[in-house]
């Protein structure tokens, strides 16, 4: 039961690592994937790769063509509008469940997340992290905190465009400004205009992905079905 339990541990590891990679771009969209590279990359065999590029198919992330391969999915504008239709429902639902009386510790936890958003030297990927954990710490201000696995888990095309946003600005203070307007109309109870400043922030992530396709119109999904050719480059006919 032992062993039987640590090869799950490993095939569950193996996808979050596989995951993490697409959402982060490391593995970019279009980008062809061998199993037998990355199982060697990663020190594992076949086996927990393919279970874990099934799981990401299932998800939207990878897509599987019988007798050509599996590719990274490119990302599709109508997911990332999906994901974000559900996240803008719920996060600007939680803010009206704000108590009058905000819980002190989280309102300093969230405070120290601004703070550390404001740091020069800041990577984007942490940057990203700490985007994650004020939304998240917003929810759990006003106790839907348990509701964030749900909406983390339906935006992986959305993370992407975020993602691929942050890379085509020069620097995160924009968000970062966004996030402590937020972060003060609730503090100061004025929750009408935390939904309007939420709203506007989440949102952004349209014109991102206008701006991108404009100059990289190879990262995104146009005909779901279309097939890909695998060359020693990917192309998308």
Request: charged share 25%; no cysteine.
């Amino acid at each position: 039961m032992a062993q039987s339990n640590g090869r799950r541990t490993s095939r569950r590891a193996i996808y979050i690592k596989l995951r993490q990679m697409v959402l982060t771009l490391e593995l970019a969209p279009g980008t062809a994937l061998s199993e037998n590279e990355l199982a060697a990359s990663l020190g594992v065999s076949r086996t927990p790769v393919r279970e874990s590029l099934i799981l990401l198919a299932q998800e939207g992330l990878v897509q599987v063509f019988p007798k050509i391969g599996s590719f990274v999915s490119r990302v599709d504008p109508a997911q990332v509008a999906d994901a974000q239709f559900l996240r803008e429902a719920v996060e600007l639902a939680s803010l009206e469940d704000l108590p009058a009386q905000l819980d002190a510790a989280a309102v300093e936890e969230l405070r120290g997340n601004l703070e550390r958003q404001q740091r020069v030297d800041l990577g984007l990927e942490e940057f990203f992290e700490l985007d994650e954990a004020f939304h998240e710490g917003l929810m759990r201000l006003s106790g839907h905190g348990n509701a964030w696995t749900t909406v983390a888990a339906a935006k992986g095309h959305l993370d992407r465009a975020r993602r691929l946003g942050l890379h085509e600005n020069v620097s995160p203070a924009v968000f970062a400004a966004q996030h402590h307007e937020i972060f003060d109309a609730v503090v100061s109870g004025d929750v009408p205009l935390a939904r309007t400043a939420m709203r506007t922030h989440l949102r952004a992530v349209f014109s991102d992905i206008e701006r991108i396709r404009a100059h990289s119109p190879e990262l995104f999904a146009t005909d779901p079905s279309t097939v890909p050719v695998r060359r020693n480059v990917v192309f998308w006919e």
